[in-house]
């Protein structure tokens, strides 16, 4: 869908420089590069849950399950993707009402017995933040920089 309104989020680095229609109905010749920079992607994106889920205590906590919900949902898509062999040409990869009501509801009931949902248990992964250095308002403050 993205790609027909000529947008294109697949980074250069890991897909080269595919022009946004091949990206609609991929040929069968770059279809495998697809397949390998969704699996790349898809690996990295869930390093970024899991630093994430482990950050959740430097949020307000009023926010906090809102956003540990809305990760699970949308890392589930990922998990559809994963499915289908990253084929994202074959159709719209999206999570059913139900797989979202049961990740809403094991991410709410985990978070009773998870003391880093509260506070802070375990740091998370500061590397993922390297390519956010020198971004207006990412500067960490001095306690919480490793």
């Given at each position: 869908?993205d790609?027909?309104?000529?947008?294109?989020?697949?980074?250069?680095?890991?897909?080269?420089e595919?022009?946004?229609?091949?990206?609609?109905?991929?040929?069968?010749?770059?279809?495998?590069?697809?397949?390998?920079?969704?699996?790349?992607?898809?690996?990295?994106?869930?390093?970024y849950?899991?630093?994430?889920?482990?950050?959740l205590?430097?949020l307000?906590?009023?926010?906090?399950?809102?956003?540990?919900?809305a990760?699970?949902?949308?890392?589930?898509?990922?998990?559809v993707?994963?499915?289908?062999?990253?084929?994202?040409?074959?159709?719209?990869?999206?999570?059913?009402?139900r797989?979202?009501?049961?990740?809403?509801?094991?991410?709410?009931?985990?978070?009773?017995?998870?003391?880093?949902?509260?506070?802070?248990?375990?740091?998370?992964?500061?590397?993922?933040?390297?390519?956010?250095?020198?971004?207006?308002?990412?500067?960490?403050?001095?306690?919480h920089?490793?």
């Open positions: 869908d790609a027909k309104l000529n947008r294109r989020y697949l980074p250069a680095s890991l897909l080269g595919i022009e946004v229609g091949q990206l609609i109905t991929p040929e069968p010749s770059i279809q495998s590069e697809l397949k390998h920079c969704l699996k790349t992607l898809l690996t990295l994106a869930d390093q849950y899991k630093s994430g889920e482990a950050g205590h430097y307000p906590l009023n926010a906090r399950a809102a956003i540990l919900v990760g699970r949902v949308y890392r589930e898509i990922g998990q993707l994963k499915a289908r062999d990253f084929a994202y040409w074959e159709g719209r990869a999206f999570v059913t009402p797989v979202k009501l049961y990740r809403t509801a094991a991410a709410i009931v985990g978070t009773l017995g998870n003391p880093g949902f509260w506070y802070e248990r375990q740091q998370h992964d500061l590397a993922l933040h390297a390519a956010l250095e020198g971004l207006p308002g990412t500067s960490q403050p001095a306690e920089a490793n």
